[in-house]
């Protein structure tokens, strides 16, 4: 029987790694100005999160680093959060991605969120929000509509908090409040 995907790469193949192929060093040149909206978080953070249990009710508590880096030639951002962990053979466990891409045939932000363990899915739709801020309005993979908002952000800091709606959108509730520091 033969592998229909073809030879797999061996340790003797010669090009890019993953990581050298899809992480760019800068914003594409096409549209500096709209890659400047999430470009602004490239760079590592240091996040403190209250988090609602939808369950429980309680307010949970933790912390975890935000690495923001542009991607695919520059034309869109990801990041992934990660917390220390002994057990994993990188030193971190990866949390979460997002990957954010500047779609200029609609003027917006296409946002794809993934969050394996909790099994949390979203799609959302980014814009330009107040002065400082930017909002991304969507659902969840149990088809309740979100919003998430970052505000406050200078070059150090932000504020990000996540919304929730269980009437399509006549009434939110707050899910969870983050707050970012830069560290690079």
Known sequence: MTDSTGPRPTAASTGPDFAAAIVADGPTAAHPRRMAGFGRFVGTWDVHSSRLDETSGDWIES????????????????????????????????????????????GAWRVSYVEPKRGEYCQLVA??????????????????????????????????????????????????????????
Not at 73 to 98: C, K, L
Not at 128 to 146: A, E, F, M, V
Request: charge should be negative; charged fraction near 25%.
């Open 63 to 106: 912390d975890f680093t935000w690495i923001v880096s542009y991607i695919l030639d520059g034309m869109a951002v990801q990041d992934v959060a990660v917390v220390a962990s002994e057990s994993a053979p990188s030193g971190y466990e990866t949390i979460s991605t997002t990957i954010r891409v500047y779609d200029r045939m609609v």
């Open 127 to 184: 814009t330009p929000h107040r002065s400082d801020g930017i909002r991304q309005d969507g659902t969840r993979n149990d088809d309740k509509l979100i919003r998430w908002n970052f505000s406050d952000i200078t070059a150090d800091t932000y504020r990000w908090e996540s919304w929730v709606s269980d009437d399509e959108g006549s009434t939110w509730w707050l899910q969870e409040h983050n707050e970012g520091r830069r560290t690079s």
